[in-house]
């Protein structure tokens, strides 16, 4: 398993940073390492999403695992089989305090050919994961006009 996991502080409020996150619609204006989110958030309903992986995009599906309005999400997709592959993607949201809240990003990936994958594209995925978090960040203090 490879886990890739991030907190930023974000000189907004986690009410701002939660609805740039669930705002999928939006994410083509701001995120350029997930341009397309599309789906309701809703536990058991389905995303579908471009990930931007090294200049080249991947069309993925994934299903909404958990869902804590205001605070939390995640979700898991695979490709074939879970034995195969399976990325799951954990988002948290923290208030501390006026204006500024912690925001924590946890990409995990697991599967038998996630060490060929990672050989073949590992340096894009830490891009994209950081990338990802880098946008959120920069979108929620736009917004917060910060």
Do not use: C
């Amino acid at each position: 398993m490879k886990t890739y996991d991030s907190t930023l502080e974000i000189s907004a409020s986690a009410t701002q940073v939660w609805a740039v996150l669930t705002d999928f619609a939006s994410y083509a204006e701001w995120n350029s390492a997930l341009p397309r989110l599309s789906g309701d958030l809703g536990v058991g309903n389905t995303l579908s999403m471009d990930l931007d992986l090294g200049g080249k995009r991947m069309a993925v599906t994934a299903d909404v695992q958990d869902l804590e309005p205001g605070r939390s999400f995640s979700w898991k997709g695979k490709l074939g089989a879970e034995v195969l592959f399976t990325g799951r993607r954990e988002f948290t949201v923290a208030d501390d305090g006026p204006g500024t809240s912690t925001f924590r990003h946890v990409e995990s990936l697991s599967g038998l050919i996630v060490p060929v994958f990672l050989l073949a594209k590992g340096k894009a995925v830490g891009e994209h994961h950081h990338g990802f978090n880098r946008s959120v960040k920069q979108r929620a203090e736009e917004l917060a006009g910060r």
